[in-house]
């Protein structure tokens, strides 16, 4: 199944490799990811001499076979925060901003009251629009299609919901908390890679003149970066919708998890036998 998925994005031109590693950012530990699939998209039409908007997307799947199995999902609403689109990082968002002046004003000895705030404004300005001059563009990447949008699931194996010592974490769910970890590092490492080209100038060698010339150049090129990320997990056991009482069988669903400090993510479920592989 790993080798069909990622063959399946190969195929079309994407760069997949298997079994990759990666470290939890939580707890620090090495893990491993089934597929790991990466595409650049850079808009064709150049914006106001700015350069042009580049659009770096992940796709990050976990395979498990549980042909015994079923997975019961219900419908729910989407979360309104995540109805704009996909797992996303850019660089404008808070406290990316606030770490780059920080960063910035500690390189360049930036410490007088008025120099920071001028630099402060400076690199807000160029996020967002207000009195100076923004290059910010609104870029959103939807999530494919899917057959029903969820918030809750239950697994079963062969008919049957799990109970006593069985009712620990099950595949599925260990396959869904695997693919999110892994979109974590996946952000914290783009987010690491961005802050380091706005002030990756070496003062030490090029002097604080060169480093203060360089850093608006790789603030604007960062700023017009984005980068989306899209987990989902390809299974052979059977998904069911669970509707109004009613159940059937359908072939993907996205599961949007919600947390207690408001925020929400998705996995998308797919089952590979009902589309007859991933396509």
Known sequence: MEL????????????????????????????????????????????SGTGRPVIN?????????????????????VPFLSRDGSISYWLGDSPQLDEIVSRISGEARVVEPSSLHALHTYVVDRAYPHEGRSIRHIVKMPPPPVDLV???????????????????????WNAIRSS??????????????????????????????HFLKMTPFFLDAELMRFSYYHPFVTVSARLWSLEDNSIKEIGSSRLYISSIDGSHVYVDIVNNQFYGGIR
């Open 150 to 172: 969820a918030r809750a699931f239950r697994e079963t194996k062969a008919g049957e919901l799990s109970d006593g010592e069985d009712s620990r974490p099950g595949p599925v």
């Open 57 to 77: 997307l992940t796709v990050i799947c976990e395979c498990k076979s549980l042909s015994s199995s079923n997975v019961i999902l219900s419908a729910g609403a």
């Open 180 to 209: 999110l970890s892994a979109v974590e590092a996946a952000k914290h490492r783009d987010g690491q890679a961005s802050l380091g080209w706005v002030h990756g100038a070496a003062i030490a060698r090029d002097g604080v003149e």
């Open 4 to 47: 069909h998925v990622a063959r399946s994005f190969i195929k079309n031109n994407w760069e997949a490799e298997r079994s990759i590693y990666y470290t939890d950012v939580d707890s620090g530990k090495l893990r491993e990811i089934d597929v790991f699939c990466k595409q650049t998209f850079v808009e064709p039409k150049l914006v």
